[in-house]
């Protein structure tokens, strides 16, 4: 067993039909000590109730409503682990992800590990309902295929709190920062799709924010550009 804590981070709203299979997933690696953080983000339905049920195993931090980004965010501020990782409510992990990934960050010039993910049909859902829903194997560039050293985050800088596409606004600019990562080719990530899923809900809303997070970068690789701090591509 290694000394070095895992602090794993969930950010959960109205997360009960799911979240035991996330819970258990984490509790249940082969890989400890884990210290594993909840933040009900407002939830309405039985999500608070069955996270007590686990006990002392979760530190459990309640909150209204203020999105899943302010609910990571929350989590890190508390995390006391040497490591972090992040995991949705209605996804699952493969029992080893965080052994894998640790080992691989032993190389000291790594600062974080990614994995593939495989997305998955949730199997309460019609067949009739499946057939747009695809079954793929992708590389994980998502918070919860992700272990991170602490140190690293404290270097590139948190989540920005209020934004629905708060990672994909952050992994950009930790690689214009430079961060040293591996992508472990292998599924370590199951990703749940049913109804309820950001981007088959609102899909406009959804395009919106991903164009919004694009200029963002944009932006900042001009700014960076102009004031000589990124050399010229």
């Known amino acids: 067993m290694t000394t070095e804590t895992i602090s794993v981070i969930m950010s959960v709203w109205n997360g009960a039909a799911y979240i035991n299979q996330a ?24 999500t608070n109730t069955i996270i007590k049920e686990y006990g002392e195993r979760i530190r459990l931090i309640t909150q209204d409503n203020k999105g899943q980004a302010a609910g990571m965010v929350a989590g890190i501020a508390i995390a006391s682990g040497q490591y972090l990782a992040f995991q949705d409510a209605d996804d699952i992990w493969a029992l080893n992800k965080l052994a894998r990934q640790h080992a691989a960050l032993a190389d000291a010039r790594l600062e974080a590990a990614f994995c593939l993910s495989e997305q ?15 079954h793929t194997v992708m590389t994980g560039e998502q918070w919860s295929c992700m272990l991170i050293k602490r140190s690293a ?50 899909p406009e809303e959804r ?21 000589g701090s990124d050399p010229p591509s």
């Open 153 to 202: 985050l404290d270097r590139i800088g948190n989540f920005a709190p209020s934004s629905k596409t708060t990672f994909i606004e952050w992994l950009g600019r930790a690689k214009q920062m430079a961060l040293t990562y591996t992508v472990i080719d292998e599924v370590l990530h199951y990703r749940r799709l049913h109804p309820s899923n950001f981007g088959r809900l609102f």
């Open 23 to 46: 819970i258990d997933s984490i509790l249940n690696q082969t890989y400890a000590p884990i210290e594993l953080i909840v933040v009900d983000d407002g939830s309405t339905d039985r």
């Open 207 to 227: 395009d919106k924010s991903l164009l919004a997070a694009l200029r963002q970068q944009i932006v900042r690789s001009r700014t960076r550009r102009e004031d």
């Open 120 to 134: 998955f049909v949730s199997p309460e859902l019609p067949e009739a309902a499946t057939i747009k829903l695809r």
